[in-house]
């Protein structure tokens, strides 16, 4: 038999390092997911077996077999499910073939390993966690139907070898070698105990064999969702949780219920406590298993919930499917259309009840879900205003989350929109200069930081009859709303502003210099503080969308912005007076530069010319120094 010798790909072979050389306490989580990998082949041999029953061979009762040797201290797995070929184990053993575990690995390594190690189920490596007890790994597997088995084996160092191997019927049988210290595995009390704690919800026996032939289920051995919910503990539905989503959190919400009626179907779903580290991963797909009279179909299949609940995982029974459904008949039958709109009304009812009941838990599901939940707002117009009346945002008024029901409730009076300022970062937004006039107002303003606003709002439009308005655009409508401030009306004199006809000289100078960097200057009433800022034309495109498609090559270039002015800022007024005097003087040519550049530094936007902007700066400095 030749021996075939081959290396880890790289990032398995860190994520190995982690795991070997962890101080993570709970060892015991290895079997927790060897025995739930087992589970998983018997459910794809199932699932297989309904076109070819041929593969079965006679071997249709499934188990997992635990057989353990405390003389040679050695623990083994085996499971007759679907098995592997060579293929199989180069691209399932030798190779993280997940999109996201890479990305997983690298955090992993810069995190506490002793407390995140049990992370590894989440991106289906779960088999690695083996090498945090044996010094020697060996798999020896049958892909069923074919007639060629394989051994896979490896100390975890860096290397593996494969070869041709002979075994009896398809399936899967890992062994362990276990180091000294991990003797109390191949006690019989011990995985007992593990097994009842972890795997009790697996839905086949796990068997321990033993020397003498009384063999005994440590498991329940039923499909956790068919039993009665009273007859369920939280730790078993907690333990489902993570066999089922590769989850290292407890879920936020578990939600088992039967629908009756025209079609009947069994619903088990978790919404979790954490964000999976792939939850933007394009290639993700989720956690939601489809059965059919409790009989695997298919696991993240898209038509069982809209994309913007994809990160809800558990299982759907179906009563009414055929048991013989193609993964590509799926997406045509109108069966599973009626339980993808019950799924999400019933996780919509969940989450309503929840943002009433559970505000504080919410608004931390609101945190780490809500930019995914408000892709639902121009995916799904079905859904879209009891998302919307979901909805949590940051504003100027509150230091935690806000609905748009309450905001509307502080409109001031002739406020006819809802203004909303959006960007990267809050606290950034909160100091941006376009707010200025708002906060002399009291008028509350959204801060959205997430990209995919900028999608929904314009499929939106309103709420309640109010309409979105970007704070970055013309048309602010500011005059308008009345202040609060009884001292507002003096604010609005121009007593201390500069005089419309030095102010007029000043914006046709800056106008002559700026040419067509800009589309316009004009006086503005949205500052305060403030010399100038940039705005979008009020029918055009919001700055940060923009700027988004730009960074997605979507536009080729920023189109030119209006450059608003504070004509009762210290510096305007100077300006004015120079630009009444002489308005061709080259200071007012630098001056206006100047401003441009500092408008969009505050927009966070990078200067076309770094360089010329700090001669500039150099040489105003000079002479307000030499003055």
């Known amino acids: 038999m030749t021996e075939e010798k081959m290396r880890f790909e790289a990032e398995v072979s860190r994520l190995l390092d982690i795991v070997v050389h962890s101080l993570y306490s709970n060892k015991d989580i290895f079997l927790r997911e060897l025995i739930s990998n087992a589970s998983d082949a018997c459910d794809k041999l199932r699932y297989e077996a309904i076109a ?7 071997d249709s009762e499934f188990k997992v077999r635990l057989l353990t040797d405390n003389v040679r201290n050695v623990l083994t797995i085996a499971d007759n499910g679907i098995g592997m070929n060579k293929t199989d184990l180069i691209e399932n053993l030798g190779t993280i073939a997940n999109s996201g575990t890479a990305k ?6 810069k995190s506490d390993k002793a407390k995140d190690v049990d992370l590894i189920g989440q991106f289906g490596v779960g088999f690695y966690s083996a090498f945090m007890v044996a010094g020697q790994v060996e798999v ?8 060629q088995a394989w051994k896979w084996s490896s100390d975890g160092k860096g290397e593996y070898t494969i070869a041709e191997a002979e075994m009896e019927g398809h399936g899967t049988q890992i062994t362990l070698h276990l180091t000294d210290d991990f003797k109390e595995f191949t006690e019989e009390h011990r995985l007992r105990h593990i097994v009842k704690t972890y795997s009790d919800h697996i839905g086949i026996p796990v068997v321990l064999m033993k020397a003498d032939g009384n063999d005994e289920t440590l498991n329940e051995a039923s499909a956790l969702w068919t039993r009665p919910k009273s007859d369920i503990t939280d730790e078993q539905y907690k333990e489902f949780y993570k066999h089922n989503s590769h989850a290292f959190d407890d879920p936020w919400k578990t939600i088992h219920y039967q629908a009756e009626g025209a079609i009947e179907y069994t619903g088990l779903l978790f919404l979790p406590t954490m964000r999976p580290f792939d939850l933007y ?5 989720g956690h939601l298993k489809l059965y059919v009279r409790k009989v695997f179909i298919t696991e993240g299949a898209d038509d069982l919930l809209p994309p913007w609940l994809r990160f809800v995982s558990g299982v759907v029974d179906s009563q009414d499917l055929p048991l013989n459904i193609s993964r590509e008949m799926l997406q045509h039958n109108p069966v599973l259309t009626k339980i993808k709109n019950g799924l999400t009304k019933k996780l919509l009812s969940e989450l309503e009840t929840a943002s009433k009941k559970d505000s504080k838990g919410f608004e931390t599901f609101w945190e780490n879900f809500g930019s995914v939940v408000k892709e639902g707002l121009y995916e799904d117009y079905t859904n879209r205003d009891r998302i919307l009346k979901l909805a949590r945002f940051r504003s100027t008024h509150s230091d935690g989350w806000t609905t748009l029901a309450d905001y509307v409730t502080r409109m001031k009076d002739g406020q006819k929109a809802i203004y909303y300022i959006s960007g990267e970062d809050v606290d950034a937004l909160k100091r941006s200069p376009q707010l200025e006039g708002f906060a002399a107002k009291g008028i509350e303003v959204l801060l959205l930081t997430d990209p995919v606003d900028e999608f929904w709002l314009p499929s939106v439009g309103q709420f309640e009859e109010k309409d979105f308005k970007s704070v970055t655009r013309g048309g602010a409508d500011l005059a308008d709303v009345k202040s609060d401030d009884k001292d507002d009306a003096k604010d609005d004199k121009k007593d201390d502003a500069a005089s419309d006809a030095s102010l007029d000289a000043l914006i046709a100078s800056i106008k002559i210099a700026l040419g067509t960097n800009i589309k316009d200057v004009r006086e503005s009433d949205r500052l305060t503080s403030s ?3 940039l705005i979008a034309d009020e029918t055009g495109m919001d700055l940060r969308m923009e700027r ?17 002015i504070n004509p009762k800022h210290s510096l ?13 003087t080259p200071i007012l040519h630098d001056a206006a530069l100047l401003l441009l550049d500092q408008a969009r530094i505050l927009e966070g936007e990078a200067l076309p010319d770094p360089v010329s902007f ?14």
């Open 52 to 58: 070819k029953p041929e593969l079965l061979a006679g």
């Open 104 to 109: 997983f690995v690298e955090a992993l390594s």
């Open 140 to 147: 020896v597997t049958k892909k069923a139907g074919e007639d």
């Open 281 to 285: 991963d394009p290639a993700r797909k």
């Open 531 to 533: 010399a100038c800022c």
């Open 548 to 564: 988004l498609m730009k960074q997605h090559n979507r536009v080729d270039e920023i189109s030119p912005r209006i450059l608003e």
């Open 572 to 584: 305007i007024k100077k300006l004015s007076d120079i630009a009444i005097k002489d308005a061709k």
């Open 614 to 627: 700090a001669r500039r700066l150099d040489l105003v400095m000079e002479k307000g120094l030499g003055s």
